[in-house]
């Protein structure tokens, strides 16, 4: 079985500065790949990043990085120079071969950018 | 840029009723999934469908639940007799293989009364 954490219910953040979302995981498969949505108040879900378990160098799409640290489980999301757009729920999410390649989400952190 | 086109993007229907949810994936698109979001609540599988089969279903894809694609662009979900606990926004996901991201629709958000 795989798991995806998300301790932070909700952050607040100041505009043009930098935020971290945590995201832990569990899994026992060796190959695996970890993703981070948005989801707007809108409803939609938008495809932020993807790491794959074997990529050696952090994921970076512009603003947004994942600090991906295998050994402790972790894939942290990283959103620099936060604009008041950014204020939106955040799913980390996980893909791995033994849950069926289907996608696994954490419960999701809030996030208000305050100007 | 192509995208998973969902509709209706709000359904109301009486407790009983059937509802019919459509998508259309990304047109060179292989996998296909359901998901729901109760409101609040984390996004949770529903089902999985790869060569016009069912390759997984979560426990909450009961009889009541079904999926069709009944032409090689729409793939839809099928709920027989809706209950109030039915009351969520489904997504509908597409991929390309599973190497690669899936492609979320906008959403159908299911109202039961």
Redesign the interface.
């Known amino acids: 079985a795989q798991k995806i954490t998300q301790t932070q219910p909700g952050m607040f953040v100041q505009e043009k500065e930098a935020v971290t979302l945590d995201c832990t995981y569990d899994t026992s498969d060796q190959s695996y790949?970890l993703?981070w949505?948005k989801q707007p108040s809108?409803?939609?879900?938008?495809?932020l990043i993807?790491q794959g378990s074997y990529d050696e160098q952090n994921a970076t799409e512009g603003r947004y990085s994942l600090n991906f640290q295998k050994a402790r489980k972790s894939a942290n999301l990283v959103i620099s120079a936060s604009q008041l757009g950014d204020s939106a729920m955040y799913?980390c999410?996980m893909?791995g071969k033994a849950a069926?390649?289907?996608?696994?989400?954490?419960?999701?952190t809030r996030v208000l950018v305050k100007p | 840029e192509p995208e998973v086109t969902q509709t209706p993007s709000h359904q109301v229907t009486q407790m009983g009723q059937e509802v019919i949810l459509r998508c259309v994936p990304i047109s060179n698109h292989l996998y296909f999934y359901w998901y729901r979001q109760i409101l609040g609540q984390k996004v949770e599988f529903l089902v999985s469908f790869y060569n016009n089969e069912i390759s997984e279903k979560s426990e909450i894809f009961d009889d009541q639940f079904s999926v069709e694609r009944p032409d090689g662009s729409n793939f839809t979900l099928k709920i027989r007799s809706t209950k109030l606990e039915d009351s969520a926004m489904y997504f509908c996901a597409s991929r390309v293989d599973l190497y690669t991201e899936a492609f979320f629709g906008q959403g159908t958000r299911l109202t039961v009364v």
């Open positions: 790949g993703f949505y809108s409803g939609e879900m938008i495809f993807y799913f999410a893909r069926g390649n289907k996608l696994t989400f954490g419960g999701g």
